[in-house]
């Protein structure tokens, strides 16, 4: 859904933006994302939607794009309503190891390549990759390995527990609150694990950044 410049154009630059980031990976394609999209910002947006499991976000729902016209000319993604935020563990969704733009489930199960292709499209390139790689290793040094998430969602777990009570006397659930709770923080400890050990890999996530790199 267009929002913003409708009298400008019809929309159809968001299609032609995902029709050439799904093309064949070339140098044309590499010249051409470069050239159209904001990396620093693509870069954090896949790490972002990684690192907190979200099951359900791409361009064909649940993402926001922003093409600055009247500036940089560049694309941006922008997370947009997170409620598939904490997805199951390897355990409950098979195949899906939450670790690139690849592995992350595609809005319950439905895949099409140019639903998430401005991201697989900057993924495909070796040093892109590495950034990316990069920036998650980022985001679990300072959140994960610090015991930050896992504290701050013990935080809110406190402050909502009034609240998560009533809610479940009323509507009931799936399952009980504890088991609730306690299945989000084995998620939180899957993700740590998955990040800071699993798939460090000489071409995956990356060792700790020195304090003295370029």
Do not use: C
């Not at 910002?41 to 499991?53: C, G, K, L």
């Not at 499209?121 to 892109?128: G, I, N, Q, S």
């Amino acid at each position: 859904q267009k929002r913003t410049r409708e009298s400008f154009d019809d929309g159809t630059e968001l299609m032609d933006w995902r029709n050439a980031a799904a093309a064949d990976r070339t140098d044309a394609r590499r010249d051409y994302i470069l050239d159209t999209e904001d990396i620093p910002n693509m870069i954090s947006t896949m790490a972002f939607e990684t690192f907190i499991r979200n099951v359900d976000s791409n361009f064909g729902v649940n993402m926001l794009a922003y093409h600055d016209i009247t500036d940089t000319g560049r694309w941006q993604a922008l997370p947009y309503d997170l409620d598939g935020t904490g997805a199951g563990g390897s355990a409950d969704l098979p195949g899906y190891n939450f670790v690139s733009p690849y592995e992350v489930p595609e809005s319950v199960g439905r895949f099409d390549k140019t639903w998430r292709s401005p991201f697989l499209a900057v993924y495909d390139e070796p040093d892109l990759r590495q950034a990316y790689y990069r920036r998650l290793r980022t985001l679990a040094d300072d959140y994960l390995a610090t015991g930050w998430y896992r504290q701050r969602y013990q935080d809110l777990v406190n402050q909502t527990a009034p609240e998560f009570q009533m809610d479940f006397d009323k509507w009931g659930s799936l399952s009980d609150i504890e088991y609730s709770r306690l299945a989000l923080f084995r998620i939180i400890d899957e993700t740590k694990f998955n990040i800071l050990s699993r798939f460090q890999k000489p071409w995956a996530v990356p060792e700790t950044q020195s304090a003295d790199a370029t």
